[in-house]
C-alpha cells in the first residue's frame, strides 16, 4: 500500500491534466513504514518519453505494457492516473512482483500532518 495526502494526489492529478493529451511522468519520495509506502513528496517532471515513441505502444493498458515492465523496478510503486477530456479521474497504482509483472497495490489518502 502506498499512503498519501491529499496535497500529493492534486499535484498528480494537475500535473497529468497539463500535459494531456501526453503521458506525464513524475518523482515520487517517501520511505518504507511496516507494510505501508509514506509518500513525502511529489515532484512533476518532463516525460523524455516522445509522442512518437510511445505511439507504438497504443492499444497496450499500461499494466500489461512491455515498455513499463522492461523500465519498471521492483519495490516502487507506478501511479497511473485517467484523464478525459482535460480532467483528471481514476488513479490506479502499481507495484512490480518477482515473476516481473505489475500488480494493483492500493493508494491510501492520509491527513499531511502524518507525513
Known amino acids: 500500500m502506498i499512503r498519501l495526502s491529499q496535497e500529493h494526489l492534486?499535484?498528480?492529478r494537475t500535473h497529468a491534466e497539463s500535459?494531456?493529451?501526453?503521458?506525464?511522468?513524475?518523482?515520487?519520495?517517501?520511505?518504507?513504514?511496516?507494510?505501508?509506502?509514506?509518500?513525502?513528496?511529489v515532484m512533476p517532471i518532463e516525460n523524455a518519453w516522445n509522442t512518437e515513441g510511445a505511439a507504438k505502444f497504443l492499444g497496450e493498458s499500461t499494466a500489461e505494457s512491455k515498455r513499463h515492465r522492461?523500465?519498471?523496478?521492483?519495490?516502487?510503486?507506478?501511479?497511473?492516473?485517467?484523464?478525459?477530456n482535460r480532467k483528471a479521474g481514476e488513479?490506479?497504482?502499481?507495484?512490480?512482483d518477482?515473476?516481473?509483472?505489475?500488480?494493483?497495490?492500493?493508494i491510501e489518502n492520509i491527513k499531511s500532518d502524518l507525513v
Open 19 to 41: 500535459t494531456y493529451p501526453d503521458e506525464c511522468c513524475g518523482i515520487i519520495l517517501g520511505y518504507l513504514a511496516s507494510e505501508s509506502k509514506i509518500v513525502v513528496e
Open 70 to 84: 522492461l523500465y519498471a523496478w521492483q519495490g516502487y510503486s507506478y501511479i497511473i492516473v485517467t484523464v478525459q
Open 98 to 106: 518477482d515473476r516481473h509483472q505489475f500488480q494493483a497495490e492500493a
Open 10 to 12: 492534486q499535484t498528480i
Open 91 to 96: 488513479l490506479r497504482n502499481w507495484s512490480l
